[in-house]
């Protein structure tokens, strides 16, 4: 499983693999030369004398396969996520944005939930594919992060409540005859959530 955030990158029997660990320039040169489907052997190869200078034995072949498999899984499981939430806004895009809010509120709350709970199933052992164990720091980052969702939601619900409060004095105004019916159109324009 890809790490969020909250982690400090993949761990294999309790340590983090030796890709996870290269030094952040070196890792963005790998993950961008595999994002450009730059063959794994090339890769191997261009980096080796970048590894050699860090004081770092070369790729493995394995350990690149491994890595690369995992950043495709990650990469899939991305564009998963793109592609429903483009769904959702494009099923709710004249729908008020708070619903849309409230529905990203939702996915980021469910995606939280999950992860913990994943983590407490799966952490420790053997299994190299689980998630890293939270520390103390973690489940603070975690609660953090629900924390603001949460506050989201809640400044959310409170912009629309008075959106909804305008839109309604802007009608008001209109049957009253204070608001011309064009000047109450550019109102509920700007007014629309």
Known sequence: ???????????????????????????????????????????????????????EAPLSKAGLNRYSTRMEAVGARVKETRAIAEAWVARLGDEPTGEVGQLAIEV?????????????ERSGGDDPDAPPALDAKGIGELALAIQRIERAGEIGRKT???????????DEGQ???????????????????
């Open 1 to 55: 499983m890809a790490d969020p955030g909250w982690g400090e990158g993949r761990r294999t029997r309790g340590r983090m693999s030796r890709i996870d660990r290269l030094e952040p320039e070196l890792k963005r040169e790998l993950d961008g030369l595999l994002r450009s489907g730059v063959p794994q052997t090339e890769i191997i190869e261009r980096l080796r004398a970048p590894l050699a200078a860090a004081g």
């Open 108 to 120: 980021l709350r469910s995606i939280a939930f999950d992860y913990a709970i994943n983590v407490a």
């Open 160 to 170: 629309e409540a008075m959106l909804q409060g305008a839109r309604e004095v802007v």
């Open 175 to 193: 049957k009253e005859g204070g608001i011309s019916d064009e000047f109450a159109d550019f109102l509920r324009e700007r007014l629309k959530a």
